[in-house]
């Protein structure tokens, strides 16, 4: 896009010509509560006022890790105890396919086709994409594929599955959910052969959905979640969290299963901090329902051929990418950024800040609406 941005403030962004942009992708799923909330300017402030890096894997201990530790996983299902403080996505499912591998004693990860779940070597051989993947291969061994939402590929799971890994609502794909009775069956099958259930609720995560995680609103808890993104309120920061008794197996013989220098920055962990609490204070989750719904009943257009939405988010699919680069563009040019996915050529990707009122976003579907009965 080219812009240089010099400020950001809750939904707007203002390059250098003072021009103002509605970013209606929240930098990719990362500023649920908008930029620059003020909750989470001031714990990075007071934070990086009183220590930033002291010595990290667990040698010391770091209030705003144990803290922040303590008030996600009071938000959790008991059997998610445990947190492992990494620098971004990608590091959590690296983590998280070590210990799954690890705790079991097994090769084999089985991932969706057409997910992503980040761009280090580990997590790039669980994408099933040719294109963006061949020139880095050969990959780690043992990775198969299932299609989501289809039973009879869950035979792949057998003796040698160290873990399924699965987004409960497919993000680069173009916001495809899982339905309940698939994950269900999912998590049945995992049970029965022993393999662990990974969650990558890295784009679900903190409200989209409308719950803070999208697994409490399917009721199927997995063995590892994880999370980054929104995670921070615009800092960077990721996790995988499990039960204690899988987590454990990093402990010993060897020790120090999982190395990061920076994973659980205090400064970041105070960000994340700030930004869990705002979210669970605001109300804001409580919102997203009514959210969904006035996208569902605004973005009705010939030139959109099918809505898919997942909270307040949303894949708007048109006719061709031609057409959907031109939308963009235009709406680019009307001071809203917008964005596509890794994995569908025909869909808008639309994600605003969960801080976006009623009224801004009825706006922002009648400006969709506006470009899209002109030429493109
Ligand atoms: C579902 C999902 N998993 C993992 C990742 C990787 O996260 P990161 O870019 O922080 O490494 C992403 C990033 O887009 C993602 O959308």
Redesign the pocket.
Known sequence: MGLEIVSADGLYLTDASGKKYMDLISG??VSVLGHQHPAVVDAVKQQAGQYMHTLPYGEFVLSPQVEYAKLLTDQLDKTLNSVYFVN??????EGAIKLARRYTGRPNVISCYQ?????TTG?MALNSDVFFTQAYRPFMPGVKHIRLNEVPDLDKIDENTAAVII?PVQ??RGVYAADPQYLAKLRQRTKEKGALLIF?E??TGFGRTGKLFAYQKYNVVPDIM?I??GMGGGMPI?AFISDREIMQHFTRNPVLGHLTTFGGHPVNCAAAHATLETLLESGLMDRVAEKEKLLQSKLVHPRIKELRTAGLWAAIEVESPAVMHAVISKCLNRGMIMDWFLFNEKSLRLAPPLTITMEELEAVCDDILHVMNGEL
């Open positions: 990719i799923g971004s996505g990608a590091e959590a499912t997910a992503y779940h980040g761009s997590a987004e993000a680069e990558d890295i784009q994880l980054a993104k990721g």
